[in-house]
């Protein structure tokens, strides 16, 4: 099944270096310097989590949370003397003014929303001119992430940024991991691995939304709502595909599994919808492929649909739900076409899929189909002589079974309740030409390292096939 999915590639981006440059002028400490240090091996071990094969996903969640447990404390540090005690002080809740120092959240732990816990605090500091004081921390390193969905390099001297662009590619990566282990031995704890992996790639997309609200992020980017939505109703999707499986071998009533397909259609119909608030030429793949399998899915939804009325001796609604299903299959090969001649000028996993409708699992639906469509046409010719109603008919109620695994932002590190910084001596980038050296601003991008995905041959054992 998993296989059988467009992925973008992990989001490349440069080396950085905390403990040098313009933000470590404003260590004032021996612990603030050691922060730094420990920062940035954070941020290196989350990038190689996120691009290792055997990484489980509670691993890839504690890298995550080690690295942003950390750079919180850039957007929300306040010098000591500029905010309540510690001991004194409630975590603020997110999207507030800033006003709560990284000493007070690390003592009394997060109590927000995981919305709330997302975005962090403080407002978007400026990117030009003078800059706050209290904001220089959060503004001092600029972050470089290479943008799959524009096909550019964005750069801007902001953490809230980061956190916006890990959390973006974790959730990649968990839909990769996703993808490579339905290649492999398909059983019940595998299909679990997934079915979490997607869940929680749902949830960081959310997170990812929350922060939006508080960076301009620009349009048609990887960091832009409408792709942020896309990606996390594909997600949900996708997730509801292992559902669906799970339910075909269980073999549950064909009512209940309609219901399970139709809304697995709708998801990724949102998700087509959601996209074409995308301009980028990225997006057209990514579009033509979630129509796919919105359509495909609306005809697995109606042959199921048209069993449960052959199962009732209703064999004229039968034949029109096969109709309709073989319509809809119809659809998604014209899809299919659009997707195999689209173009993108960044790498996808789009060239590893096999042509759509030679698939497996479409070419199963397609034999069921016709098999079930001719067998109530000749039931309904010598037996029931029913009318098939001309007019479209409903599948019925979607049965919806999957929700996102929200991501909650871990406290902030202890490590800030004892590391002194002096944001005044922090240089505005410009302005101090040898921190600017030492902060190497145009560091090359780094492209993440992945395992190959690429299946030596289809596998038939993990798929969502008709009976």
């Not at 949830?203 to 922060?211: H, P």
Request: net charge neutral; charged share 20%; aromatic share 8%.
């Amino acid at each position: 099944m998993a296989f059988w999915a467009h992925r973008l590639p992990l989001k490349g981006t440069s080396a950085i270096n905390f403990a040098q440059g313009r933000l470590a002028c404003g260590a004032d400490n021996r612990e603030a310097k050691e922060l730094l240090r420990t920062l940035t091996a954070a941020r290196t071990a989350l990038l190689r989590a996120t691009g290792a094969h055997g990484e489980t996903p509670d691993s890839i969640k504690k890298c995550l949370d080690d690295y942003l447990s950390l750079l919180r404390g850039l957007v929300e540090y306040k010098p000591q003397g500029d905010a309540a005690p510690a001991a004194a002080t409630a975590p603020a809740a997110a999207g507030a003014a800033g006003t709560t120092p990284p000493a007070a959240s690390a003592a009394a732990g997060a109590a927000a929303t995981p919305a709330q816990q997302a975005v962090g605090s403080a407002n978007v500091p400026g990117t030009t001119g003078a800059v706050p004081k209290s904001d220089r921390l959060r503004v001092a390193v600029i972050y470089r992430w290479r943008d799959d969905t524009s096909g550019k390099i964005l750069s801007f001297p902001d953490a809230q940024f980061e956190i916006g662009s890990v959390l973006f590619n974790v959730a990649l990566a968990f839909m990769n991991r996703a993808t490579s282990l339905a290649m492999g031995t398909a059983d019940e704890d595998v299909a679990k691995d997934i079915y979490l992996s997607l869940r929680r790639a749902a949830g960081l997309f959310e997170a990812v939304l929350a922060s939006e609200k508080l960076v301009p992020f620009a349009p048609s980017t990887d960091l832009d709502g409408c792709t942020l939505r896309g990606l996390r109703l594909e997600a949900l999707a996708e997730a509801q595909e292992v559902t669906l499986e799970r339910a075909r071998q269980k073999q549950h009533k064909p009512e209940l599994i309609a219901g399970i397909a139709l809304d697995t259609s709708m998801k990724f119909e949102a998700a087509v919808h959601e996209l074409e608030g995308v301009s980028a030429i990225t997006a057209f793949p990514l579009r033509n492929y979630l129509t796919f399998k919105a359509q495909f899915y609306k005809a697995y939804a109606n042959c199921y649909k048209g069993q449960a009325m052959f199962n009732e001796e209703k064999c004229g609604l039968a034949c029109k739900y096969y109709e309709q299903a073989a319509a809809a299959l119809q659809q998604a090969r014209k899809a299919s076409e659009r997707y195999a001649s689209s173009t993108t000028s960044g790498f996808t996993y789009r060239t590893q899929i096999p042509n759509l409708p030679e698939h497996i699992i479409f070419v199963t639906l397609e034999k069921t189909l016709k098999a079930s469509h001719d067998k109530a046409n000749t039931e309904n010719g010598l037996i029931y002589h029913e009318r098939v109603p001309a007019e479209p008919q409903e599948v019925g109620t979607p049965q919806e079974l999957v929700k996102a695994d929200p991501y909650v932002l871990p406290p902030i590190s202890e490590q800030w309740l004892t590391a002194k910084f002096l944001p005044q001596n922090i240089p505005v980038k410009g302005s101090d030409t040898s921190a600017d050296k030492a902060a190497d601003d145009e560091a090359p991008i780094r492209d993440a390292h992945e395992p190959d995905r690429l299946p030596k041959t289809a596998s038939t054992e993990f798929t969502c096939v008709l009976q």
